[in-house]
T-cell receptor, first 108, second 113 residues
Framework: GIQVEQSPPDLILQEGANSTLRCNFS?????LQWFHQNPWGQLINLFY???GTKQNGRLSATTVATERYSLLYISSSQTTDSGVYFC??????????FGTGTRLQVFP | EAQVTQNPRYLITVTGKKLTVTCSQN?????MSWYRQDPGLGLRQIYY???????DKGDVPEGYKVSRKEKRNFPLILESPSPNQTSLYFC????????????FGSGTRLTVV
């Protein structure tokens, strides 16, 4: 089956720093989403981005479907950005296949 | 507000006592799905439904039942819960097949003792 790998697995930042999270997938996909799982366990949808670039405040994402990767950019990070970031690809019967996740910790 | 609502958020129960986790969406979405999240195993699909009265198994359906009698509701039923069903459960929905993203509920943390 398709493999979805994220890097880095862990990231520690000081408030105000910028970061780039990467998602590689091993086969073509219909669609891709980025999620943030906050410390309370909730999964928050950040972007639905099958291709191209989108921005929402301090966050932006780019997917290059032909090269099978997606990037999530976090600028001027805040402590509330802490948590785990997942990319998930959508295949077949619209099933989400989640990546391995990047755990982000932002310290004041 | 457009949302997927799961209840309860937290539940501790005993082995063998039937329980239902409810899921409701107010967006008129056709597609609904249940996932469980476990350390080291990630998120895995339990069941999904493409529309009313249409349900199918995901990757880990054993020990679970679902029903889709109305478009907005997709309850997850554990007829005889066991400790290996202790997990964080998520319900999700999207408008239909193809080019749409998922909206997730807030999760249900279930402990079976």
């Amino acid at each position: 089956g398709i493999q979805v790998e994220q890097s880095p697995p862990d990231l520690i930042l000081q408030e105000g720093a910028n970061s780039t999270l990467r998602c590689n997938f091993s086969d073509s996909v219909n669609n891709l989403q980025w999620f943030h799982q906050n410390p309370w366990g909730q999964l928050i949808n950040l972007f639905y981005i099958p291709s191209g670039t989108k921005q929402n405040g301090r966050l932006s994402a780019t997917t290059v479907a032909t090269e099978r990767y997606s990037l999530l950019y976090i600028s001027s990070s805040q402590t509330t950005d802490s948590g785990v970031y997942f990319c998930a690809v959508i295949r077949g019967t619209d099933k989400l296949i989640f990546g391995t996740g990047t755990r982000l910790q932002v310290f004041p | 507000e457009a949302q997927v609502t799961q209840n309860p958020r937290y539940l501790i129960t005993v082995t063998g006592k039937k329980l239902t986790v409810t899921c409701s969406q107010n967006m008129n979405h056709e597609y609904m799905s249940w996932y469980r999240q476990d350390p080291g195993l990630g998120l895995r699909q339990i069941y999904y439904s493409m529309n009313v009265e249409v349900t199918d198994k995901g990757d880990v359906p054993e020990g679970y039942k679902v029903s889709r009698k109305e478009k907005r509701n997709f309850p997850l039923i554990l007829e005889s819960p066991s400790p290996n069903q202790t997990s964080l459960y998520f319900c999700a929905s999207k408008p239909g097949h193809g080019g749409y993203g998922y909206t997730f509920g807030s999760g249900t943390r279930l402990t079976v003792v």
